[in-house]
């Protein structure tokens, strides 16, 4: 990774997005393992126009509710704690990032939650920690939210050459001297997350070139690529056998297994609008 190159996409500090509270306490939770259903709805439940967002979301047709959901409590009861909680951190950074020209907003946040809910199955798949990849694949492409807002032109017109999946990467290493997940890496360090997922971040546009191997850099690089053949309605698992099989091999993959996973999840962006407004 480029630093600077990547610094300088922060440089305009006043115009940077703040981590919600909410969002901040929502990650901290990770590491309690004490934590209970209700205390978490009570967290939420602090911020009004969340909670909003989370019962819009718990009535979808995405979840299927038996009954109309009026209050956060049940809301929890009917979504589980996992599924509360990623739901409540999209919600979360979807608010925080500004719309921003040369990124179809709704287009951008769907790719994302794609990207989350692969990272998650990936690592469901290698016995890693689910929950903190779905941050991790949400958060991805946030540093391409910042390059945007300075340079909006350039990344449109980068955008238009990413249609192969996993190409975003290069596409930007070559226009930009560093990529979107550098970038990523510089803002998680500006906002305190965890030292393990900066790093993440920073390996996660060419896993197999740096040293030591990272192995959530790799999954959120093989998770991008999934969103993106999904995007694109191609073969997601023969979309990752194409261009990434090396890395394929490298954490033993099973893409039998990962394709019954990715049916099973559906349509993993359907929410996106309900998380918008």
Request: glycine share 4%; net charge negative; proline share 4%.
């Amino acid at each position: 990774m480029n630093a600077a190159a990547a610094e300088r996409f922060l440089a305009q500090t006043a115009a940077l997005p703040t981590m919600p509270e909410v969002a901040t306490k929502l990650i901290r939770s990770f590491d309690d393992d004490n934590i209970s259903l209700g205390a978490l709805a009570a967290l939420i439940g602090k911020d009004s126009t969340l909670t909003a967002k989370v019962l819009r979301l718990a009535n979808s047709a995405r979840y299927s509710p038996s009954h109309k959901i009026d209050h956060l409590q049940d809301a929890a009861a009917a979504l589980g704690m996992d599924t509360l909680r990623n739901l409540s951190l999209a919600a979360s950074l979807c608010g925080a990032f500004p719309v921003v020209k040369g990124l179809d907003r709704s287009t951008f946040w769907r790719h994302s939650l794609a990207t989350a809910t692969y990272a998650s199955l990936l690592c469901k798949q290698l016995q890693m920690d689910a929950e903190t990849a779905y941050l991790s694949g949400l958060m991805l492409r946030t540093g391409e939210l910042l390059m945007a807002m300075q340079q909006p032109d350039a990344v449109a017109e980068a955008e238009t050459h990413t249609a192969r999946p996993g190409s975003r990467f290069e596409v930007e290493q070559a226009r930009f001297d560093c990529t979107h997940a550098d970038v990523t890496a510089k803002l998680a360090a500006r906002w305190h997350f965890p030292d393990t997922l900066v790093e993440a971040f920073s390996h996660a546009s060419a896993p197999l070139e740096t040293r030591p191997f990272n192995r959530m850099g790799a999954v959120l690089h093989l998770a991008e690529v999934l969103a993106d053949a999904v995007e694109h309605h191609e073969g997601a698992t023969a979309a990752l056998q194409l261009v990434e099989p090396e890395l394929v091999e490298h954490l033993h993959l099973d893409l039998t297994l990962l394709e019954k996973m990715i049916t099973a999840a559906g349509d993993v962006g359907s929410e996106v609008e309900a998380l918008l407004h």
